[in-house]
Structure formats: structure tokens, C-alpha cells
């Protein structure tokens, strides 16, 4: 989906950044009746204008629910954690090449992963770059997350083609039911904006390719496989799946 969307600034102080901003993405100078990002002082956030009880929109690595995840939400014993093969010891690289609002990412890096990640659509990826312009700054964290997560916009189908890795994450937006209460509020928002991945069928071979170990695809549980490519072994969590194609097992002693 190619939305032209504005962003606005009403803070002074801010008038430069938002120029660059614009320039930068492409994003416009006008009021908008669906979708608008906004640059405040704290953030730059996504507001879906014509219905503002789904909230903004932004991407906080530092606290919120990511750091809560990131201290109490279960280390390598997470599901996505057991698909990437993450074991004690183990140094992974990975390829997020549809890297949305970073979550999936972070949790990987959190846990030791260096991951790239690849988004196209500029208005999730400005959001990110904010986020992670913000925790890089962050005495907690920010050490760790300049070296581990990285990104880079553009088509993850290019960017793979090109590149080769450990292990390759995939999580292509599916056609969610608009209303259905399994999609977080965020999301919703988000996936106006980003539109569903369509393509993502094509995303599964190049990963195949790219990858020295695996390739995981995140799906919800009601999905079918990717491209209905059987997978080598499903994770299941609540309310999704991780599909994982094995091409070879992990060295137990890669670094
Ligand atoms: C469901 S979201 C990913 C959410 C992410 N896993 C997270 O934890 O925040 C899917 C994202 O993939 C991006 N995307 C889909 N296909 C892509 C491609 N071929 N190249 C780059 N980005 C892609 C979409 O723009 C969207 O932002």
C-alpha cells in the first residue's frame, strides 16, 4: 500500500527535524482525514485520524511493554527464541526482512541475536528509526542495541537476494479480519497504513536461499503456511505459530 501521508509538527523547536523528515520519507506537509504522523516532543507517532480511539502509535523500546518482555518474558525459553534456535553459547545472525515495528527484532537482539532489519514501507521505518534513534541514546540498553540491531530500508526480497545469514525471521502482515479482538489495537492501526503483504509468498524462497540454517515464518494459528510450503516443525503460542524451514542444524559451538 503507498499512502502519502503528512507529517505534523506544531512544536517550534522541532520545525528542522520535521523538514528532514519530510524529505527524508516523503511524507507531506498537510492535514490528513485518515492517517497523519505526528513529531512531539517525546516521539514521532501515527495517529489514525478517523478514529482516534485506537490511540498513537509509536515504537518504544526502552519501557512499556518491550521492556517488560525483555526482563520477565521467559529468555530462550520463548517460543520465538526455540524457532530461531538460540541455545546457550550460540551467536546468531539475523535477517528480520519484515521488521514492521520492530518487537520481534527486539526480543531477538535482547537475547544475543545480531539482526538487520528490513523494512520497506517508510512510514514504518521512520517509525522504528525513531525508536531506535531514542534507545540507542539509553544507558541501559543503548550499548547492546547499537551493535545488535541495525536497519535497513528497502525490499526485504532485494536485501535477501543480496545477503546471507544465520537465520532468516519472517512475520509478512496477514489479512486480518478488521475487527477480529486477536489483533492488538496497534496493529490494526498499523496494518491501515501498511496494507496486507500480498507478496509474501515471494519472500519465502530468497529466504530459503539466504539462509545458512533457517528460515521462521511467523504466522497466526488460522494462517496456512507460507507459499503452503509444509515446514520442517510449528511452534505454537497463543495466538500464533512459527513455522521453521531447517536447512542445517546449528553448530553447537557457532559464535
Ligand atoms: C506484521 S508486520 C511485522 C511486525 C514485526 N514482526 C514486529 O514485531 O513489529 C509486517 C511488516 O513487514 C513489512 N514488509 C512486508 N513485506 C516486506 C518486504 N518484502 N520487504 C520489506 N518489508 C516488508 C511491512 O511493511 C510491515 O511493516
Known amino acids: 500500500m503507498n499512502i502519502n501521508i503528512p507529517l505534523i509538527c506544531n512544536e517550534r523547536e522541532l520545525r528542522d527535524k520535521a523538514k528532514m523528515l519530510r524529505e527524508k520519507w516523503g511524507f507531506l506537509g498537510t492535514h490528513s482525514d485518515s492517517f497523519q504522523l505526528h513529531l512531539l516532543p517525546e516521539h514521532l507517532a501515527l495517529e489514525q485520524v478517523d478514529?482516534?480511539?485506537?490511540?498513537?502509535?509509536?515504537?518504544?523500546?526502552?519501557?512499556?511493554?518491550?521492556a517488560h518482555r525483555r526482563k520477565f518474558g521467559g529468555g530462550k525459553g520463548q517460543s520465538i527464541a526455540k524457532a530461531i534456535g538460540l541455545k546457550s553459547g550460540v551467536n546468531l545472525d539475523v535477517i528480520d526482512a519484515t521488521?514492521?515495528?520492530?518487537?520481534?527484532?527486539?526480543?531477538?537482539?535482547?537475547?544475543?541475536?545480531?539482526?538487520?532489519?528490513?523494512?520497506?514501507?517508510?512510514?514504518?521505518?521512520?517509525?522504528?528509526?525513531?525508536?531506535l534513534e531514542r534507545a540507542y541514546l539509553n544507558l541501559e540498553i543503548g550499548g547492546w542495541m547499537q551493535q545488535r540491531m541495525q536497519l535497513h530500508f528497502g525490499s526485504g526480497y532485494e536485501y535477501l537476494k543480496e545477503h546471507q545469514t544465520d537465520v532468516v525471521y519472517l512475520d509478512p502482515m496477514f489479512p486480518h479480519k478488521k475487527k477480529s479482538a486477536l489483533v492488538k489495537?496497534?496493529?490494526?492501526?498499523?496494518?491501515?497504513?501498511?496494507?496486507?503483504?500480498?507478496?509474501?509468498?515471494?519472500?519465502?524462497?530468497?529466504?530459503?536461499?539466504?539462509?545458512?540454517?533457517?528460515?521462521?515464518?511467523?504466522?497466526?494459528?488460522?494462517?496456512?503456511?507460507?507459499?503452503?510450503?509444509?515446514?520442517?516443525?510449528?511452534?505454537?503460542?497463543?495466538?500464533?505459530?512459527?513455522?521453521?524451514?531447517?536447512?542445517?542444524?546449528?553448530?553447537?559451538?557457532?559464535?
Request: net charge positive; hydrophobic share 45%.
Open 99 to 131: 521488521a514492521g515495528l520492530g518487537r520481534d527484532a527486539f526480543v531477538l537482539a535482547s537475547l544475543g541475536c545480531n539482526v538487520t532489519l528490513v523494512e520497506r514501507s517508510p512510514v514504518a521505518a521512520a517509525l522504528l528509526e525513531d525508536g
Open 51 to 66: 478514529d482516534p480511539k485506537q490511540g498513537l502509535v509509536f515504537v518504544d523500546f526502552v519501557s512499556g511493554g518491550a
Open 185 to 255: 489495537k496497534e496493529m490494526r492501526v498499523f496494518q491501515g497504513v501498511v496494507g496486507a503483504d500480498l507478496d509474501a509468498g515471494d519472500l519465502l524462497d530468497v529466504a530459503l536461499n539466504a539462509a545458512r540454517y533457517r528460515v521462521v515464518v511467523k504466522r497466526p494459528d488460522y494462517a496456512p503456511f507460507l507459499n503452503d510450503k509444509k515446514p520442517s516443525m510449528s511452534i505454537k503460542t497463543k495466538k500464533n505459530r512459527f513455522d521453521v524451514y531447517v536447512k542445517k542444524a546449528i553448530p553447537a559451538n557457532k559464535s
